[in-house]
């Protein structure tokens, strides 16, 4: 009885941790810098994050001017270091994820629209500047039919010089709870029928990929 | 012909070491462009040839059918080769833009004579669009690139970079092989600069609390 009893203070606890704005964020870091696409923007809890920073500041002054003790200082101080850092990785990872797939983000609606206003005009600044480069150094120079920067030449059917990013890569994830084959894509029920709890697992990106919009698994 | 110089600009682009550019090759480049203009005219010459014997150009499948198609597939190939040397380069210049600095003239001059202008524009144009958003989202992505593990750091000045450096708490004379302890926020945009420098290395005290990081100002490309 009693190991049941800690088990569920255990989850319990660790519910509560989990619902702290920076496990969030550590999170949406941790599935953001391992998954191959861009994933949705979570502006709420950017926001949140921002504004909590800057009270930690604030009391960091106050703290200062109070001459309190340095140790407890530099252990805020420490703290809030580390969630900047989170915050100012996890913008800095999408960034680099839509500058290495410029023209894809900007073709499909689907991934525009998980990005932030900002990171939507950063990327059509970036592909108006990226294009004239290109258009500077190369397309101007080729003959007329083949001047498209998204298609080899006219005469092709679809945008074949856009890379895509690849949705096959292997990753690594755990499973919040246990789920079952509902969860997943009826496409891949060959593939994949359930997964633990807690177990990680070393899977092709596009299988888990609808269960982790939904929340339910973790990238590690 | 038929891609091969387009093929020796791709290679050109690969031999260099990962992440490191090469001066732009504008003879390699032009000639590969000036390839691409004879096989646009060859093309032309034979779909020309096929629509005066009147045979259906779409259609047939002789030998000047197949001749086209070569001479199209090979300009196609010259275009893909052109348009990865400018995009390899393009992407090691996005990268300076989040390892060196935002501003074009904190560049060293290495690195500057290897860019083509319309490079050099291009590195101008990326760095405000950062810049922008930055300001926007009201946060300097620029530092803390590495997880942060101490607060303060003990570094030392490997190039004289003079006197009075303002620092966010106090202003600091950085003169050579002087040792400081320094806020991490601030040391880090010159620290940044370590990874381009093949010669850069992390000394870890003995004693064991914080890391010694050395500063560099030089780099070898």
Redesign the interface.
């Known amino acids: 009885m009693a190991t049941e009893e800690s088990a569920s203070v255990m989850d319990d606890y660790e519910m509560l941790i989990s619902t702290t704005d920076v496990e969030l964020l550590k999170r949406a870091w941790r599935n953001e810098k391992a998954a191959p696409e861009i994933l949705q923007f979570e502006s709420s809890l950017v926001q949140r994050i ?1 504004e909590q920073i800057e009270l930690a500041e604030q009391n960091e002054e106050i703290f200062e001017a109070n001459n309190i003790e340095p140790l407890t200082v ?1 252990l805020y ?2 703290d809030l ?2 969630t ?2 989170l ?3 996890y ?2 990872v999408r ?2 994820k839509i ?2 797939y410029l023209f894809y983000v900007l073709k499909t609606d689907e991934y525009l629209n998980r990005l932030s206003k ?2 939507q ?2 990327a059509r ?2 592909t108006d ?2 294009g004239s ?2 258009d ?3 397309l101007a ?3 007329d039919n ?1 001047r498209s920067i998204l298609k ?2 006219i ?1 092709s059917e679809e945008d074949d ?1 856009v890379p895509a990013p690849r949705l096959d890569t292997f990753v690594i994830c755990k499973a919040n709870q246990y789920l079952s084959g509902l969860d997943f894509e009826p496409d891949y029920s060959m593939e994949i029928t359930e997964m633990e709890r807690d177990l990680l697992t070393f899977v092709c990106y596009k299988f888990v990929k609808k269960p982790l919009e939904n929340g339910k698994i973790d990238l590690v | 012909m038929y891609a091969r110089k387009g093929y020796e600009l791709v290679k050109d682009l690969a031999n260099g070491e990962k992440g490191q550019l090469q001066p732009f090759n504008e003879d390699l480049f032009n000639q590969v ?1 000036d390839q ?2 004879q096989h ?1 005219l060859e093309l032309q010459a034979l779909i020309r040839k096929m629509q005066e014997e009147s045979v259906d150009v779409r259609e047939t499948r002789n030998s000047d059918h197949y001749g086209a198609l070569i001479h ?1 597939l090979s ?2 190939r010259n ?2 080769c ?2 990865a040397y ?2 390899s380069r ?2 090691v210049i ?1 990268n300076f833009a ?1 390892k060196v600095g935002l501003e074009l003239l904190e560049l060293p001059e290495e690195i500057q004579e290897k860019l ?1 202008p ?2 050099k ?2 590195f101008g ?2 760095s405000s ?2 810049q ?2 930055m300001a ?6 620029n ?2 690139m590495v ?2 593990k ?2 303060y750091i003990k570094v030392r000045v490997l190039d004289d970079m003079g006197e009075g450096i303002l620092l966010s708490d106090k202003t600091a004379n950085l003169a050579l092989h002087s040792m400081h302890f320094l806020k ?2 601030d040391a880090e945009q010159y620290i940044a600069r370590v990874g381009l420098d093949g010669r850069a290395y992390r000394m870890t005290l003995k004693q064991g609390v914080s890391q010694t990081i050395s500063m560099t100002m030089e780099f070898q490309m």
């Open positions: 921002k530099s101080q420490m270091d580390r900047q850092f915050l100012r990785s913008l800095r960034l680099q500058e290495k900002q990171e005009m950063f600044r970036c500047d990226l480069h290109l500077e150094t190369v120079k080729l003959p083949y080899q030449s005469t010089m | 462009v691409c203009t646009y199209h300009l196609i275009k893909r052109l348009m400018v995009h393009a992407e996005q989040w083509s319309s490079e524009n291009y144009k990326h669009a950062l922008s958003y926007e989202v009201g946060i300097d992505l530092v803390d997880p942060p101490d607060p991490r926020t």
